[in-house]
């Protein structure tokens, strides 16, 4: 099969799960078994980064120790839990999906959520045919998603170019496991960083998934 014009790897949470009051209660709570005070939305996006041990090490002052790590770990992903079936979709997200996926494009979507979890929310969401490919994290979490996007991609095999795919995320990280992966990148403020985290990773910046999806176009056009 010869590849489509241009192709779109989605992150999930942040870009099109609305999911940040979420992140942000499990986050507190998390930081509840270490010490650390909880934040402000504003205060958690000014201060995150991947891979997360760093995030916990730079709020400590030193490298959590793997007992600490482990707490930590642990009651992020019970409260999250808790809290995220009360978030949806990104504004517009379906509408955009169906509208790429109409154009004659392709899209998949790579998140370092949990695969097992992430399959049937998407699923729920009546998302999953809209993507060539769904993966999640199948490893330990805390890490970055440049290798996974290259297995990403490699699955995907023929059927998508690399030098003709953008990703589209809401963090550093994601920009930076573009380039390791020979795509473009477009980040997208409504998710885990400010715009003035952003900006110096030197990718395109938005504020809205359409500006995403309308640049992605014109990158690889």
Known sequence: MAPVRTHIVWDWNGTLFHDMDA???????????????????????????VPIPRFYQRLLGRVPSQEEWL???????????????????TEGVREL???????????????????DKLVPLVEAFGLADRFLRVDGRSGPSGGKKA??????????????????????????????AALHAGARAVLYT????????????????????????ELAGRLTG
Not at 72 to 85: C, M, T
Not at 152 to 171: C, K, Q, S
């Open 71 to 89: 707490r930590l770990d642990d009651a992020f992903h019970d409260r999250y839990l808790e809290l995220s079936p009360a978030c949806g979709l």
């Open 97 to 115: 999906l169906a509208d790429w996926q109409a154009a004659g494009h392709s899209q998949s979507l790579l998140s370092m959520y949990e695969h």
């Open 23 to 49: 992140v942000l209660g499990a986050s507190n709570a998390a930081f509840a078994t270490i010490g650390i005070d909880p934040m402000t939305l504003q205060e958690y996006r000014e201060q995150y980064e």
């Open 190 to 213: 409504g998710g885990s960083h400010t715009r003035e985290k952003l900006e110096p990773v030197g990718v395109p910046v938005v504020d809205t998934l359409a500006e995403a999806v």
């Open 147 to 176: 290798e996974q996007l290259t297995r990403h991609l490699a699955e995907l095999g023929e059927r998508v170019d690399p030098a003709r795919t953008v990703l589209i995320g809401d963090a550093a990280d994601d920009a930076l």
